[in-house]
């Protein structure tokens, strides 16, 4: 039985699936967990946490050891960034859909082990992991 009812249902669906992949799909990059990167950055000094979000929002709240840095400056002074290229780097904004663009910029960029923290700050502290 075919009718409007279950054909608009499954159209919804594809189309929230689709939306959420998308990101994932331009970024090139992986999408982790933020208790996985935040256990990761317990044990290596060497990680990298770029938050891409705007000055005030960073300020408001961030995860700690985390920098600043917004999408449209992630181009500049690249010679100073070329010693962190090789760096595990984890990309964060609210909700990962800046993060994703900026994952992909980084990659474009030269930065060999970039990954997105899934779902942002905002799971994040869904997690109950600490913020500053």
């Not at 005030?56 to 050891?65: I, K, L, Q, R, Y």
């Not at 010693?83 to 990962?96: A, D, E, F, G, Q």
């Amino acid at each position: 039985m075919d009718s409007p009812l279950v054909t608009a249902v499954v159209v919804v669906a594809i189309a929230f699936v689709t939306l959420r992949m998308i990101p994932r799909l331009l970024a090139g990059v992986p999408f982790v967990d933020p208790k996985v990167v935040y256990d990761v950055m317990q044990d290596d000094e060497g990680i990298v946490m770029i938050d891409v979000r705007t000055p005030e929002e960073f300020n408001s709240f961030h995860a700690p050891d985390s920098i600043n840095v917004e999408p449209y400056k992630l181009g500049e002074d690249i010679e100073e960034k070329r010693p962190y290229m090789n760096n595990k780097v984890y990309v964060i904004c609210l909700s990962s859909q800046r993060a994703a663009m900026a994952a992909r910029t980084l990659k474009n960029l030269g930065f060999k082990n970039v990954s997105v923290v899934k779902g942002g700050l905002n799971l994040w502290k869904k997690r109950g992991l600490p913020i500053t």
